[in-house]
C-alpha cells in the first residue's frame, strides 16, 4: 500500500543544525480545529497575572509600559518581557501606545545586544497564553552559531541555567541602561 501523498510529512526543518533534536521522528496526528478558541490566561482583567503584579516584580517600569524577567536564570543570557502597563493587546493600543512601542523594541534590543555575551536579540509575540500584550526578547549567546533562528526557545529549555551572579548583574546592567536612556 502507497502512502497517502497528501498526509503530513516529516519537514525538511529537521535536518537543520539548529534543530535541537536528532534520531526518529514521527508527526503527531493534527487534532480536528474547535469550534471555538479557548479563553487566554488574564482574559479578564480581575484574573490578569500582569495586572495583578506590583512594580516590584519588574525591572524597570514607567508609567505606561513595564519590563521584567522571568523569576530565574534560564539557558539564555538574558530573557525579558515587555508589557503594558494597562490591560492591553497588541491590537488594542492607541497610536501613542504603538508608537512608544517601537520606540521600546529598538531600545531593549540595543541595550540587551550591548551585553558582552549577546551577538543577537529575537523579538517575538505569541499572544495564544496571555490576554495581556507580552514582547519577548530573547538573547542568543555569542558564538553559539547552532542556536540561530526559530527554534531558540526550545533551547532556552534545553541549555543548562545560566550562571545566576552573571544574571542577576546583566540585568541590573540592564536597569540601568533603561534609566539612563528614559
Ligand atoms: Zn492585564
Redesign the pocket.
Known amino acids: 500500500m502507497s502512502a497517502d501523498p497528501a498526509a503530513p510529512r516529516i519537514p525538511e526543518f529537521v535536518t537543520w543544525p539548529a534543530f535541537p533534536f536528532e534520531g526518529d521522528l514521527r508527526l503527531k496526528p493534527i487534532a480536528p480545529p474547535t469550534d471555538t478558541e479557548p479563553p487566554r490566561r488574564?482574559e479578564d482583567?480581575g484574573d490578569?497575572?500582569?495586572?495583578l503584579a506590583g512594580d516590584d516584580v519588574y525591572l524597570w517600569t514607567d508609567d505606561r509600559w513595564r519590563v521584567k524577567a522571568p523569576p530565574r536564570p534560564s539557558g539564555l543570557p538574558v530573557v525579558l518581557i515587555l508589557e503594558t502597563r494597562?490591560?492591553l493587546d497588541l491590537g488594542d493600543l492607541s497610536t501613542m501606545h504603538a508608537a512608544e512601542l517601537g520606540v521600546l523594541t529598538v531600545r531593549l534590543e540595543r541595550a540587551i545586544r550591548s551585553l558582552d555575551s549577546v551577538a543577537r536579540v529575537h523579538v517575538n509575540r505569541w499572544g495564544d497564553g496571555s490576554?495581556?500584550l507580552q514582547l519577548w526578547f530573547l538573547a542568543r549567546p555569542k558564538g553559539y552559531l547552532q542556536l540561530r533562528g526559530p527554534f531558540m526557545t526550545m533551547w532556552d529549555d534545553i541549555l543548562p541555567p545560566t550562571d545566576e551572579t552573571q544574571w542577576r548583574e546583566d540585568l541590573a546592567y540592564l536597569a540601568a541602561w533603561l534609566d539612563d536612556s528614559a
Do not use: D, L, T, Y
Not at 48 to 51: T, W
Open positions: 488574564g482583567r490578569c497575572p500582569s495586572c494597562a490591560h490576554a495581556h
